[in-house]
């Protein structure tokens, strides 16, 4: 298989080997073949860095790469309330249990800014810098729910490709300079 290209980054899902309308379905032995597939049958070029987005928990799928891939560090990334911050100290423990390096954590949807210019933190405040001081793991900064980041996205073009100096592109900025810190 071989993977999509844009942007000088490799992308490959097994999203895109079904039909859009059909449900994947898969009980644990289809989730672990899905990631050998993935990691064993795509002609990746070469590359520095491969990021898997994984659903949240700790199931087959974060236990089989935890076990069968070597893995160089996790980032959790997850919304700030409470109920989601229950998966995420699980994924936390699970991870430190099997020897995966956590390389910190994203509070994803962390606020929105109204039209008076506040920001509004409709999730919760902190959960997640919180969660991060707790396990004593790097907090890597939040990312707002933000208009021009899902247009952006719906229109396949990432926000810090088509607007670099916008306020979002440079959280994103922040985030990855930290992450690429953690390697060294």
Known sequence: MIP????????MSMGFLVDEQTPMIWRGP???????????????????VIIVDMP???????LTFAQQVKVDGA????????????????????FD?????????????????????KDYKIFGESGVEKTAKE????????????Q???????????????NPDHEVSKLFKNIAEKIKQSFH
């Open 75 to 94: 980032i959790i990334v997850s919304t700030p309330q409470d109920l989601a911050l229950l998966d995420v100290k699980r994924g936390i423990q699970m």
């Open 30 to 48: 289809m989730v672990i073949s899905a990631i050998k597939t993935m990691t064993q049958n795509v002609l990746w070029k070469e590359r520095d």
């Open 4 to 11: 999509l290209e844009k942007y000088n980054a490799q992308c």
């Open 135 to 146: 396990f004593n793991k790097e907090f890597l900064g939040s990312l707002p729910i933000h």
């Open 56 to 62: 949240p928990g700790t199931g087959d799928t974060q």
């Open 148 to 162: 021009d980041l899902r247009s952006s996205a719906d229109k396949g073009e990432p926000l810090t490709h088509s």
């Open 97 to 117: 249990k099997t020897g995966v390096k956590i390389l910190g954590l994203i509070d994803n949807m962390s606020y929105f800014k109204g039209d008076d210019g």
